[in-house]
């Protein structure tokens, strides 16, 4: 099973600042990386997969960027709307799919 | 717009088997993999088990004994069974649907890009 570790765990940004989330696997997954956006009571929301293809409807100020076993989420200039808990997880070796333990981004 | 609506019991006894169904509306039930994860409260998420339209499953090795997922083709509808509960599987249960992309450069990604509500699972005696 291929582990997935992120830091920092919680993540204390201004809104206007940038943030840098990381993402690291036990193994090399390629780009076979998703990130997701989970805010509280809600389910997770796919922001990015294979690593830096954002989905459609997601802001360019979401980027991914990373392969092999290092990954990272950049919100170039953090909304109200993006303090959340940012989970990534790994589809390149399954089952299981894996994720990360979350980074949590407050003010 | 594709929607997963979900729903089952909210409480068991340990030792009890937790059963929640999952409705797909919206989109067609072939084609995809559908998927269960659980969130234990202030936890992480954890990936249960996955089945196609025609029954065929992946699942978790951690979990594959007590874990059983199924589907109903006619209902568009797939189920998660977990048998003998303890405290440890309290969390909220979510469906979501998984998309295969395979991309002109011969790419190919498995995300879970639309996902239920949830449904929030307590095991206490």
Redo the contacts between chains.
Sequence with gaps: ?IVMTQSPATLSVSPGERATLSCRASQSVG??L?W?QQKPG?????LI??GS?R?AGIPARFSGSGSGTDFTLTISSLQSEDFAVY?C?Q?HN?????????TKVDI | QVQLQQWGAGLLKPSETLSLTCAVYGELFSGYYWSWIRQPPGKGLEWLGEVTHSGRTNYNPSLKSRVTISVDTSQSQFSLKLSSVTAADTAVYYCARRTDYFDSRGASYYYMDVWGKGTKVTVSS
């Design positions: 099973e780009s076979n998703a997701f809600q389910a997770p929301r796919l997969y294979g293809t989905v989970f997880q589809y399954w089952p299981p799919f894996t994720f990360g333990p979350g």
